[in-house]
């Protein structure tokens, strides 16, 4: 299936995205990407399972990110400053929630079904806390409560990974570009299943050339919540799933645990085996929980 990059904007911001499936009839998905990855780590083959069920999906580059609009900021910090509310914000979280409202105004939609992965899935979170018309489900997915305070959401992570990254360095070619972010990629996998490296190594092909990763996109998106006062999770009023890997390397599985916890009526589903990104032989068991999903939520709003 051939893509087409569309472009939404709204104030001086451009945001890049991508459709799968009838706009009009499916249902309507849209899928946010996590810290400092571009949509196409949504793996093609992903979307049109969600699409063979029913759905039409929508993708997109996270301001910072591909094709979307690109920020500077006077140096590379430590993202855990950033985390922590050291740095100033070059944008807002309520910029990020702009832009996700853009897409779907350009797509038509007046609301629509949310998955959001790792810091997606705090997008997704705050979308349905904070502009509730434009969401009818929610799935969280390798996330953590996106209203925890930023201490609080240190005892979700695990530190190892990042020992291990730091040992990458910074590539100085675009071979050593795309041998990076494989190498990022495998880290994030799930060790019970083979990692997909032809496939991994074409899409930081294309994700390289679309747009060579800024490192400082990692502080700037992390800073963009930082100090950011949302709702409780408990007045979250979609149907929501929880999804979270058990050999996740990033998030321990009480990040899930704890977001399904406050939300009402949310279910939560963990994976032996997976880890902070959805390995291909669990997509089936994924789309069916979204399907029910689907079966919970409101009809379906489109302009």
């Known amino acids: 299936m051939t893509t087409t ?31 400092d990855f571009q949509m196409v780590w949504f793996p093609d083959a992903f979307c049109e399972l969600l699409v063979d069920a029913g759905f039409a999906v929508v993708r997109f580059d996270n301001r910072d990110t591909g094709l979307s609009t690109h920020f500077e900021s006077p140096s590379t910090q430590s993202p855990w400053r950033a985390l922590l509310g050291g740095t100033t914000p ?40 904070l502009r509730p018309s434009r969401v009818r489900s929610l799935t969280s997915c390798t996330g953590l409560p996106c209203t925890a305070s930023a201490l609080r959401k240190l005892t979700y992570v695990r530190f190892g990974i990042f020992r291990e990254m730091s040992r990458l360095g910074e590539p ?12 990022i990629w495998r880290a994030l996998s ?19 050339d679309r747009a060579p990763r ?16 949302l709702p409780a999770l408990s007045t979250v009023r979609v149907p929501t799933l929880v999804i979270s890997g058990e050999d996740d390397p990033i998030v321990k599985v009480s990040g899930g645990r704890d977001t399904a916890r406050q939300i009402p009526g949310a279910v939560f589903r963990t994976y032996a085996g997976m880890g ?22 409101p009809a379906s709003g489109r302009a």
């Open 276 to 297: 902070h990104t959805v390995p291909e032989p669990l997509w089936p068991d994924v789309v069916a929980e979204l399907r029910d999903l689907v079966t919970r939520a």
């Open 90 to 129: 070059v944008y807002t979280g309520a910029d990020m929630l702009d832009d996700v409202e853009a897409v779907l105004d350009a797509v038509g939609w007046t609301s629509a079904h949310l998955l959001g992965t790792s810091m997606g899935a705090g997008l997704a979170q705050a979308m349905a806390l």
């Open 5 to 35: 990059t569309h472009h939404a904007t709204h104030d001086d911001v451009t945001i890049a995205y991508e459709t799968f499936g009838d706009l009009a009839s499916g249902e309507p998905l849209l899928l946010i990407m996590g810290l």
């Open 172 to 183: 100085t070619t675009r071979d050593e570009a795309i041998d990076v972010l494989v190498a």
């Open 190 to 208: 799930s060790p019970a299943h083979p990692f997909p490296e032809e496939w991994a190594r074409q899409v930081a092909a294309v994700s390289h």
């Open 214 to 229: 800024d490192p400082r996109t990692t502080q700037r998106q992390l800073a963009a919540f930082s100090g950011v006062r």
